[in-house]
Structures are given as structure tokens and as C-alpha cells.
């Protein structure tokens, strides 16, 4: 016998659907803060962002990850060179032209962590 239970609504805190929409959810409008948001206006704003969502991914504040994807370095690298605020594009940018001697270390580092899992992945 099938049951004809209705299907409940997923939803999740704005915290995480900012994470999954690469942002931060500080910089993010009130509206969004205040209340949750279901996996179907989720869906809707991956699929067709809204004005402040593409600012958002385009200029900044951006959320770590997004920052250590943006210089090619892992998270653990930001933390070593004392960066543990959210940059904007622009100071990402800024960086990347400064091209600071712990930037360079680190992207390195990443590399070589890479090959690393590259080979482990190999060998099984």
C-alpha cells in the first residue's frame, strides 16, 4: 500500500542556502535573513538570480571559499596569511596584481597538494 502522505517542504537557514549560492549571507538582503528558504526558491534563484544575487557573486563581500577559489589557494592558506575577513572582487583582484610572496607559496602549496591527490587517486 502506497502512502498519499504529502510530500513535506524542505527548507534550510539562510546561512546555508547563502553558502550553496556562493555568497555570504551577511551581504544578502534583509528579507533573505530573515526567514527560510525552501529548496524550490533555491532552485529559483540558482536558475534565474535576482539583481543583489549577481552583484553579490560578481563585486563581493565574498565568503572564504569563494576567496580562496578566487587566488587558488585552499582555505588553510588564507588563514596562514592572516586573511580571515570576506574580500571583495576588487581587493581579490588587488592581490592577485600585488602577487604577495605568501600568495605565491601558497598557490604552490595547492599545486602540490593537487598532484598529490592526483597520484593517490592514480594509484587505486
Known amino acids: 500500500m502506497t502512502s498519499s502522505k504529502p510530500k513535506s ?3 534550510m537557514k539562510p546561512e ?3 553558502k550553496k549560492l556562493g555568497v555570504l549571507c551577511s551581504a544578502t538582503p534583509a528579507e533573505f535573513q530573515a526567514g527560510v528558504v ?3 526558491e533555491l532552485n529559483a534563484l540558482q536558475s534565474a538570480p535576482p ?3 549577481v552583484d553579490l557573486r560578481r563585486n563581493g563581500p565574498h565568503p572564504k571559499q569563494v576567496v580562496a577559489a578566487k ?3 585552499s582555505i588553510s592558506g588564507l588563514a596562514r596569511a592572516g586573511i580571515t575577513e570576506p574580500l571583495t572582487t576588487a581587493e581579490i583582484d588587488a592581490l592577485k596584481a600585488e602577487n604577495p610572496e605568501w600568495l605565491e607559496h601558497e598557490r604552490a602549496v595547492q599545486a602540490e597538494a593537487r598532484k598529490e591527490a592526483q597520484r593517490l587517486k592514480q594509484q587505486r
Open 16 to 18: 546555508t542556502a547563502a
Open 51 to 53: 539583481a543583489w544575487l
Open 71 to 73: 587566488l587558488g589557494v
Open 38 to 40: 525552501s529548496r524550490d
Open 9 to 11: 517542504i524542505q527548507t
